[in-house]
């Protein structure tokens, strides 16, 4: 059954997703599209971006989303992909909250010991990765178009660049360059 899919699912990339929301994009990615194919690339970009504009952490707004459309995609009714969305969200937080619960006294006991300083060292480059493979993922041609369309595959690289400048080395607020990019959107492509 979906529903019990969807609670093991999100509950390994719960268990799996260090580095927060955005590392976690590439793990949702890979099992709600790829894996099991509850969701298409196109409808996985759509919960990305509104779970990005929603208050709150990325990686939850995206469990919710993923797993009210998967449950709608299967042909279930209204309440229950609201009850698939509320699972996905459980399943997600779950294991975190059990982390914290069991080792917050027993870290704040070793933080500084050499090994559990060597274990955040070790984890650091797979975060980084994990954010690099969530960019990849978001670079295709459903974002950027391909340069069959030239006038929108132009225009996407240059709002790219333009938000990787900004915010890089201009160090203009992400949020502020979302709103730009948003209005140049609509400027340039209606």
């Keep these: ?15 799996f997703g260090f580095g927060g929301g955005y590392a976690m994009i590439s793990l949702i990615q890979g ?19 509104v779970s990005q504009m929603t208050p709150g952490p990325i990686g939850i707004n995206s469990a919710t989303y993923c797993g009210y459309t998967a449950v709608h995609n299967a042909g279930f009714s209204e309440p229950m992909a ?12 779950l294991p975190s909250v059990i982390l914290m619960i069991v080792i917050s006294k027993m870290f704040m006991k070793y933080m500084h010991t050499p090994a559990v300083q060597n274990i955040f060292k070790g984890l650091r480059p797979a975060v980084v990765g994990l954010l690099g493979a969530a960019t990849l993922l978001l670079m295709n041609g459903e974002n950027f178009s391909t340069p069959d369309n030239p006038w929108q595959f132009w225009i996407s690289i240059a709002l790219f660049a333009a938000t990787f400048f900004g915010t890089m080395f201009l160090k203009i607020n992400p949020i502020r360059m979302i709103a730009y990019s948003a209005i140049a959107g609509i400027l340039l492509f209606y």
Aim: proline share 0%; no cysteine.
């Design 1 to 15: 059954m979906i529903f019990i899919q969807l609670f093991i699912t999100f509950f390994e990339i719960g268990l």
């Design 31 to 49: 099992m709600v599209v790829t894996r099991y194919h509850w969701l298409s690339m196109s409808e996985f970009t759509n919960v990305i971006a």
């Design 82 to 93: 609201v009850l698939g969305s509320a699972i996905a969200t459980l399943a997600l937080m």
